[in-house]
């Protein structure tokens, strides 16, 4: 049987697909879509007097927000919050008492063999974002505005998360577009980098690594949700969660480009350009349009919202239109 979205909903995940377990506790846990475009781990619903403000979490039209909905006496909460393989302190009462259950719970599945336990520590980071199922040896770092998420492979393998709507299995489109980006190096966070492996880390790569820098905030939300060109903004679900995780230093140090990579082809010397005015900006061919791209496109350009219209034009058109008319011929009966 299959399953649609609501065409209200803001989200492309399937509820069927957003039921999990926790990798480090074996918690129940339902991943939604945050308001900043991140996979968000949140529990089953708690009342809300019970939870402290902080901690409260609600879903509207599929999109998880901070805070709580003035129509619903209940909230959900982070599952990092509560997880019981995460060393916590200063929690209030009632969540040390959730927190003391979900732990005496998992120590059970421990004893019975239906769960096996980390041997490391684990972070509430961790906990929040895990590392896919698979990875490739080489995964590649992507930048935007400060903004570092790592994939599961290099850019070029990247692969479109939606459904295919003929085959209702996994788009085999790349998410990579050679023109949406360029190779620069990008600051370490000294955060993550604390302690004597932060600071080997650090003195190993000068504090700089090489990443995939996107130029555009449109261009940027399709690689975040990880979809192809035909699937940016449309109305197909997503056939597996987003595989990019946000990059830490430490945890992924061993995916850290020092150098260029080889298979970018070498550019001009880097130079100091002293701009003579405003960044020339191709505009939306659409005249009533005030859509731009610091992007170089041609004339006939239009935005993702103006290619979207037409695309829907364009299939109305399709559906309405008579097909043209056979020819006549003998035994056709005209």
């Known amino acids: 049987m299959s399953m649609f979205l609501h ?18 506790c074996g918690t129940p846990i339902e991943w939604f879509e945050s308001y900043d475009a991140r ?18 979490w609600h879903i509207e039209q ?16 982070p599952h990092p919050a509560i997880c019981p393989a995460v060393e916590h302190t200063d929690l209030p009462p009632a969540i040390q008492e959730l927190v003391r259950l979900l732990s005496v719970r998992m120590r059970t599945a421990i004893d019975q063999g239906e769960f096996s336990p980390f041997a490391e520590p684990v972070t509430p980071e961790e906990v929040e974002n895990p590392e896919p199922e698979k990875t490739a040896r080489i995964r590649h770092v992507i930048a935007y505005s400060g903004t570092l998420r790592i994939g599961p492979c290099a850019i070029e393998d990247l692969q479109c998360i939606s459904t295919d709507r003929r085959t209702r299995r996994r788009c085999k489109y790349p998410v990579c577009d050679l023109g949406e980006g360029r190779w620069q190096p990008v600051s370490i966070n000294e955060e993550q980098a604390a302690g004597r492996l932060g600071q080997m880390v650090l003195s190993l790569t000068g504090g700089t690594m090489w990443a995939w820098n996107l130029v555009d905030f449109t261009v940027a939300i399709r ?108 035994g056709t009966g005209r």
């Not at 805070?67 to 909460?77: E, F, H, K, L, V």
């Not at 997503?238 to 070498?266: G, K, M, N, Q, W």
Request: hydrophobic share 25%; proline share 11%.
């Open 7 to 24: 065409r209200t909903a803001k989200t492309r995940t399937l509820r069927s697909k957003a039921a999990s377990r926790c990798k480090y």
């Open 39 to 56: 996979p968000i781990p949140l529990t089953n619903e708690f009342p809300s007097r019970r939870i402290p403000a902080k901690l409260r």
């Open 62 to 77: 599929g999109i998880a927000y901070p805070g709580t909905d003035a129509s619903s006496p209940y909230c959900r909460i």
């Open 223 to 330: 690689w975040w949700r990880q979809h192809c060109h035909e699937h940016h903004n449309s109305s197909q679900p997503d056939h597996v969660r987003c595989e990019l995780v946000p990059f830490h230093a430490l945890r992924h140090s061993e995916y850290i480009l020092t150098d260029r990579p080889a298979e970018d082809p070498p550019g001009p010397e880097a130079t100091v350009v002293i701009h003579e005015g405003p960044i020339a900006r191709t505009k939306c061919s659409n005249a009533p349009c005030s859509n731009t791209s610091v992007i170089d496109h041609p004339d006939n350009w239009l935005c993702w919202e103006c290619a979207k219209r037409e695309r829907r034009r364009a299939l109305v058109h399709q559906r309405w239109v008579r097909p043209p008319q056979e020819t006549s011929g003998p």
